[in-house]
């Protein structure tokens, strides 16, 4: 579902990434690992086509989006890939329900299908009494599922998601991680995960190991 062919990378003399290959499958969940400075967050800025790689090549459901110009680019990351952040990135002038509909707005649905959309996921998180609530009314819990929410919104390919259980607290971040396991086995959802909670790591399907711009270790999938 996703195929990363000799992705390197450099920011003026500092080479971060080295030629990485992956493969992601359908419905897979898999953590990827590493120290600061391992390549991790580059790696997957450019599978979620925030960055352009100096080299190689990104297929997602056999697109290869490395040849997209900016305008197919933009129209594609919006409806195939969903995005979870750290700091779930809420705009916050906006309702819970507002923030999630945005992105089906972009991709120029109409505003009652936006609206359902949201509500039935909104609903499915557990987040029906807080649709109306703004982010600086939610807990960091309910903030981030607000995010996750949004990220699926438009029943994207992959959700890519960077330390997104980094600024929660133990019980907050247990619930998200088993959200994500619920979301694969109800939607079939494919996720990409980046983080240092060990936790997190152990329980995914497969766990990818980076150092120095390099894949040092890509265990199986768990039978």
């Known amino acids: 579902m996703i195929k990363v062919e000799g992705i390197t990378k450099s920011f003026g003399s500092l080479k971060v990434l080295k030629g990485i290959n992956l493969e992601v499958k359908q419905g897979e969940v898999i953590s990827i690992v590493g120290a600061s400075g391992a390549g991790k967050t580059t790696l997957l800025q450019i599978i979620g086509t925030l960055d352009k790689a100096d080299k190689g090549s990104v297929f997602i459901n056999n697109i290869n989006v490395s040849k997209l ?13 969903g995005f979870v952040f750290q700091f779930h990135q809420l705009l916050p002038e906006f309702t819970a329900l507002e923030n999630v ?26 987040l029906t009494e807080r649709i109306d609530h703004k982010p600086n009314e939610l807990s960091g819990g309910e903030k981030q599922r607000v995010a996750v929410a ?28 088993q ?25 995914t399907d497969r766990t990818i190991h980076m150092r120095d711009g390099i894949i040092v270790d890509n265990s199986p999938l768990i039978s």
Request: cysteine-free.
């Open 69 to 81: 110009n900016d305008s197919k680019l933009s129209d594609f990351r919006n409806r195939n890939i």
């Open 101 to 126: 509909m945005i992105p089906a707005l972009i991709g120029k649905a109409k505003e009652s299908q936006a609206k359902t959309r949201a509500k039935e996921l909104l609903d499915m998180l557990g």
């Open 150 to 177: 949004r990220a699926l919104v438009n029943n994207p390919a992959v959700i890519l998601a960077d330390e997104p259980s980094g600024s929660l607290d133990t019980e907050n971040k247990d619930e998200l991680h």
């Open 179 to 203: 959200l994500f396991f619920k979301l694969r086995d109800t939607l079939g959802q494919t996720f990409v995960i980046v983080t240092h909670d060990e936790n997190l790591a152990s329980i």
